[in-house]
């Protein structure tokens, strides 16, 4: 018999984001309760508080408002699929 693992994340397993430098590894952690979407536009537009690594963002792009509208989504999943009978869940690849 084979058996094949899946892994899933829901809406409310998801706490928090991470924004990782892809250079230096330096990371900030931003709570979903207290993300706003002008915390998250600064720091998509900083360069590394560590390396000064710039982010690869640009002002006013269509990368900039796609990142942004995501993780601002991430904020309020949890709360859209509450009460719903349809469940939303994400396969990620899952740890070994």
Known sequence: MT???RCTVEPDDIIAVNLECAKCGAS???PLARMNAEQVHRLALSSCRNCQQPSGFSDGTTEIFAF???VGTLAGLSATM???NLRLKMEVQCAD
């Open 68 to 70: 942004e509208s995501f």
């Open 82 to 84: 509450k009460g719903r």
């Open 3 to 5: 058996f094949e693992k």
């Open 28 to 30: 900030v952690r931003i």
